[in-house]
């Protein structure tokens, strides 16, 4: 998928919407590459296990650069159905690959309707540009 | 050249010894104020014993590697990195609320104070740097101490870390640890600090009001000396034992 594609947490999570084969709406959930540039190094992620009910705006895990530990949000309410358990290995290569291979978690989406609160690429774009400054 | 930091008010504590529990709980009551009320604030403390601090994510059980500082209390930041000795050395906390420019970049923020911290002890006629090198491959397992890792940002003199820095980041909102080593413990025997490396010995009042001085200019800070409120230490009391204290929280 490319950052286009994507909503925004203005904490810089990304969420790529899908419909499952139930019809059911399911976020795949990562840090953008924006975040992980000025995290640089990474040593250490904590993710929450399958079936944990996250809420849109809450801490949803951890993710510990070279002595910097940040808590990482969820984007939208619902149920963590699947863990990219694989990236715990690879942190180094995170940040070469943060929209697909670097995903987070998926979440079974429980209220579409705060999708809507979410910021779209331009909007996230126009976020970043101000943070630099 | 980095532009200077806006002109900021920031809250000022220079709290007396306390105990490990209470330190951290103390950090993360000012942490979750700045997220409400959106201020800076600045604190120098100590501790009321020689007390190990783990990084966030560090195994309680490393510490059976470390035999001299076996009989310290410990407590768990809140903050990332090694495991420090709280005994001779001097401990700042620095939260910077969401949105200012010091907050958005981790280096920026470890810099600023740690060039602040340089030119405080270049009045002491301690020349130090900054660790810049960025090319050597950090090692698969980390040293357990602090002062042992080397990571860019940290505080060099002679050649050795005497100071260092961690953040927690929270809602945009950052708390920055940091210690500076004033001199050897007999709980962390292999690391030199100041004292060694000065031949002369710098305490910890001194240190925190040249720097503190020289903070005010660095970081376009105006002090606004502050205790904490009675709210605030109930709050910091109640986290300390049901948090901080708890093993809960500790051994993992």
Known sequence: ?133 | MPTKPPSTACRLLLDPPGGGAWNMAVDEVLLERSVEDNRCCWRMYRWREPTLSLGYFQPHGDRRDHAHSMNCPTVRRLTGGGAIVHDIELTYSLVVPAGHPLAVQRNRLYETVHNSLIETLAEFGVAATLYRNCRQRRPSVEPFLCFQRRAPGDMLAGGIKIAGSAQRRRRGVVLQHGSILLGRSEAAPELDGLAEIAQNSITAEVMSEAWTAVLAEDLSFTWHEEPLSEHERRLASELAQEKYASAGWTVI
């Not at chain 1, 790529?16 to 975040?35: C, E, H, N, R």
């Open chain 1, 1 to 133: 998928m490319t950052p286009e594609q994507l909503l925004y947490t203005k904490s810089h999570e990304w969420a790529y919407v899908q419909d499952d084969p139930s019809g059911a709406k399911i976020a795949t959930v990562g840090l953008s590459a924006f975040a992980l540039e000025l995290l640089t190094d990474l040593v250490y992620v904590d993710l929450p296990e399958v079936g944990r009910r996250v809420s849109a705006g809450e801490p949803l895990g951890e993710i510990e650069s070279v002595k910097a530990v940040s808590d990482l949000y969820s984007p939208v309410d619902g149920e963590v159905v699947e863990v990219n358990t694989a990236l715990a290995d690879n942190l180094a290569g995170l940040a070469d690959d943060p929209y697909d291979a670097g995903w987070f978690v998926k979440i079974r989406i429980a209220d579409e309707s705060l999708l809507a609160g979410l910021l779209d690429y331009a909007a996230y774009q126009k976020q970043c540009a101000e943070e630099e400054h």
